[in-house]
């Protein structure tokens, strides 16, 4: 595609000022990731301080918190330490506090400012002004008019940095803030608290309040920089370039500024009509994929299946370029068919005997030996139970691999359960202070390495409860354990060699000829997102091993989203009988059921997000004209 990713700056443009972005009313800039897009805006930042120095002045700059800055914030400490950046005139304001805070609470947006810039930096602890969460309610207005005045005494904001919630908040300005609105304090919107929850261990931790800058306060900044990272943003972001200024996305203010800019990477600016839909905006170069993905879209967008579109279809809908490089509609009807038909498929590690010329998997050799990679134990039959089902049946060598213990998504009560009903046998010392630990802990505690363990057997042995009701034997079934996810708390450590090499082994191990992975790309920090850069990263290095030349690796989606449609490569349909299959493995895992603990915004247990999801499929197939099954898993190959 034409359109520019990895752009050279993020220096300010007017926006909609060209043919593809004309629906778009703020500028922005698209980075293949996070990182290179975080790397600019250091440089932006740090290039700003830097001639503030040079003129003897003050560099006023207005802070976020959140996952977004992490990086730009880790890269402003690497050129203050290798490069010799100094902060000795910068003066900061953050944006927000929860209300009530203490500032040593982990929680805090103060500890949080610390942990990541200032305590690294050689900034006047003077200079950093943070909303106090701690100031009484009856001084709470007075304070806020202070803060604003601060800042206005500073010389006001230079540059203000800014994330974006799924609500469109920026500070913490929820739907409804007015245009002029000035530091304040403000009642939470409920998603801003569900996002919150995880950090604060259950959504009934979160604060409800909280003081922030206003919108008025952040528009006045002379330069603004908006961060958006992953496809959770990707719908808000679009919302903001292109939707219509309204206080119920406050972000839409910005659209009025002289000089924001937003820097997203691919998957937050997936939605924007140039990246998603480029034919309604521009010429296009009509790849096969781009052709697939528009036919797909106008079938769904037009309510007809695919072989009944007409030539008026396209052209009403930007398509006649494509048109008139073709003979007619129809050819492009039956080719997009054909390629929607060829990913359907009974036999997921290929149908023995048969030509498979078009069919997504290899026929040969005939029985394969499979690796399913599980994030946490319980994605494998959540995310592809029917297909995990398949291949047992068809006679496949099916390993499990589950790459985390998932302990800490077990409930203390679990754990306690476990211990006491242990120790109602013989009473012995472990379990004595298994209990112990649990009753004695608070809500800071992380769990004691003991509970930890207990909590990630009892993952184990409801693992084993649904692969053996898959009919595969407990040594086909392999827990990793992978030492980036045990910290004990929501924060992982990064990914490491040791993870890698843990990787690398059981492949080794297996040989295998298909690998099944979690393709989760959702959540930037996600263990999800960690588990699949674990298994690139070993693909990587494993890439040379002649058995890898037979290897094929196809990415699930774990319980959240599903791959959209054009971009499936393998359909593997279900049975209503099936889909009651999957429902019972699902079921062994009982501690992931009735509101898990990281249960989010959708209260939906996972068995029924699963079904939904699959049907969901099945009927999109359907709409597009193909055969009707009761559910479908999806899956995309990665080629290494
Ligand atoms: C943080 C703030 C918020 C966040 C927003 C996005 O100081 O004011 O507006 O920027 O909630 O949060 P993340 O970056 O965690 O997705």
New binding site residues.
């Given amino acids: 595609m034409e359109v520019a990713i990895e752009p050279k700056s993020i220096q300010y443009q007017p926006a909609g000022q060209f043919e593809d972005t004309r629906f778009e009313k703020i500028h922005n800039v698209i980075f293949n990731d996070s990182k290179t897009g975080s790397l600019e805006v250091a440089k932006e930042i740090a290039k700003l301080i830097r001639k503030k120095q040079e003129a003897g002045k003050k560099c006023v700059l207005g802070l976020?918190?959140?996952?977004?800055p992490i990086k730009v914030y880790e890269e402003l400490v690497r050129m203050h330490k290798e490069e010799g950046l100094s902060f000795k005139n910068v003066v900061t304001f953050n944006?927000?506090e929860y209300y009530p805070m203490e500032r040593n609470n982990i929680q805090s947006?103060h500890y949080f400012m610390h942990q990541h810039l200032f305590d690294h930096i050689d900034i006047d602890p003077a200079n950093v002004n943070i909303p106090d969460g701690t100031v009484p309610s009856d001084k709470l207005q007075k304070y806020c008019r202070s803060y604003e005045s601060q800042i206005e005494k500073a010389g006001g904001l230079d540059f203000q940095l800014?994330?974006?919630?799924r609500t469109g908040?920026?500070?913490?300005n929820e739907p409804g803030s007015h245009f002029n609105s000035a530091t304040r304090d403000i009642t939470l919107d409920h998603i801003?608290r569900v996002d919150a929850a995880p950090a604060f261990k259950g959504l009934e931790n979160v604060p409800r309040k909280a003081v922030t800058m206003g919108i008025g306060t952040i528009r006045k900044a002379k330069r603004i920089v908006l961060l958006a990272w992953g496809q959770n943003k990707s719908e808000i972001v679009r919302d903001t370039i292109e939707g219509e200024i309204s206080p119920e996305v406050p972000a839409t203010y910005l659209q009025e500024h002289s000089n924001a800019t937003f820097v997203l990477d691919k998957e937050a600016a997936a939605h924007l009509t140039r990246i998603d839909t480029p034919w309604l905006v521009r010429t296009c170069d009509w790849t096969q994929d781009l052709t697939h993905k528009a036919v797909v879209w106008l079938s769904l967008q037009k309510e007809k299946p695919v072989l009944q579109l007409t030539d008026k279809d396209y052209n009403d809908s930007g398509m006649s370029d494509l048109l008139s490089t073709e003979q007619s509609s129809y050819e492009i009807n039956i080719r997009t068919f054909n390629r929607l038909q060829h990913t359907i498929t009974g036999w997921p590690g290929g149908k023995p005997n048969a030509d498979d010329t078009n069919r997504p998997e290899r026929a040969t050799p005939e029985k394969k030996r499979v690796i399913i990679f599980s994030p946490h134990p319980d994605d494998d039959v959540i995310s592809m139970g029917g297909t995990f089902d398949r291949l047992v049946s068809q006679g496949h060598e099916v390993h499990i691999v589950y790459q985390t213990s998932g302990n800490i998504a077990v409930a203390d009560h679990e754990a306690l359960k476990i211990a006491e009903v242990a120790n109602s046998i013989t009473k012995t010392d472990i379990f004595s202070k298994v209990i112990e630990d649990l009753n004695g802990k608070t809500e800071e505690d992380f769990d004691s390495e003991l509970v930890r363990k207990i909590k990630g057997n009892i993952r184990r042995s409801e693992s084993y409860g649904a692969t053996r009701y898959m009919g595969i034997p407990d040594s086909q079934v392999h827990f990793l354990d992978l030492p980036f996810y045990e910290t004990g708390a929501i924060r992982k450590k990064p990914l490491g060699e040791d993870d890698i090499k843990i990787m690398n082994d059981i492949i080794e191990e297996i040989k295998p000829h298909q690998i099944y992975a979690a393709g989760d790309l959702a959540d930037p920090h996600g263990t999800h997102r960690v588990c699949l850069e674990a298994l690139f990263a070993s693909l990587k290095e494993l890439k040379a091993k002649p058995f890898m030349d037979d290897c094929w690796v196809w990415l699930y989606r774990g319980a959240w989203h599903e791959w959209e449609i054009h971009e499936i490569e393998m359909a593997v349909p279900m049975s209503p009988a099936q889909v009651l299959r999957k429902r019972k493995a699902i079921f062994y895992h009982q501690t992931q059921k009735d509101g898990v603990m990281f249960q989010g915004e959708d209260l939906r247990e996972f068995w029924v997000r699963a079904e939904d999801r699959n049907k969901e499929t099945a009927q999109k197939y359907q709409a597009l004209g193909l055969a009707s099954y009761a559910a479908m898993e999806a899956f995309v190959r990665y080629h290494y």
């Fill in positions: 976020a918190t959140g996952s977004s944006l927000d947006y800014l994330g974006i919630g908040h920026i500070g913490f801003t």
